[in-house]
């Protein structure tokens, strides 16, 4: 799927992540899970949380997507995000995407799901994702890349982009 490189924009890269990317990854999760931090006033307790969703979350991701590729974000060889994707034989799954907090807002998600897109038109696959009701920041920007509502639950959205037929 990846046959030819991604084009992302200036100073963009994704790269494989290895096992020494580790740490970069479970601090990033927890920039995202401001949700635990609003629940645990006790620094153990919120450790203990935080440590328990993020194995849950790569034992999940690993059991559902076995297959995903797992990359690591960089501007200017730097890590400043993940993005886990599924390349399936019937459409490419954006698993997981990340970004540290003072890399969102720059346009480099729009960048790599645009860059992932091209991937996915390249092989006449549709792309799709899972949203939650709660981030209305990225549902926007899903919107504005052509992604549209597939299927809907009480707390998530299925989203779905199909590439264009020449």
């Not at 479970?26 to 920039?31: G, N, Q």
């Not at 899970?33 to 969703?53: F, G, I, V």
Request: aromatic share 6%.
């Amino acid at each position: 799927m990846l046959g030819s490189p991604l084009k992302l924009p200036d100073g963009l890269h994704i790269r494989p992540a290895t096992p020494a990317d580790a740490p970069f990854l479970e601090s990033l999760f927890r920039t995202t899970r401001d949700d635990l931090q609003l629940l645990a006033d006790d620094p153990d307790l919120l450790e203990l949380l935080l440590r328990q969703q993020y194995r849950a979350q790569q034992l999940g991701h690993g059991q559902q997507f076995p297959n995903a590729h797992h990359f690591i974000i960089e501007k200017q060889q730097e890590a400043v995000g993940k993005v886990l994707v599924d390349f399936g034989h019937n459409a490419v799954h954006l698993v997981d995407l990340a970004l540290l907090p003072s890399a969102r807002g720059l346009g480099f998600g729009k960048g790599v799901l645009r860059a992932l897109q091209a991937a996915a038109q390249r092989c006449a696959l549709p792309m799709t994702l899972v949203v939650a009701h709660n981030n209305p920041l990225a549902q926007q920007l899903y919107l504005s890349l052509g992604f549209r509502l597939d299927a809907s639950s009480a707390t998530h959205d299925q989203l779905i982009w199909y590439p264009q037929s020449h």
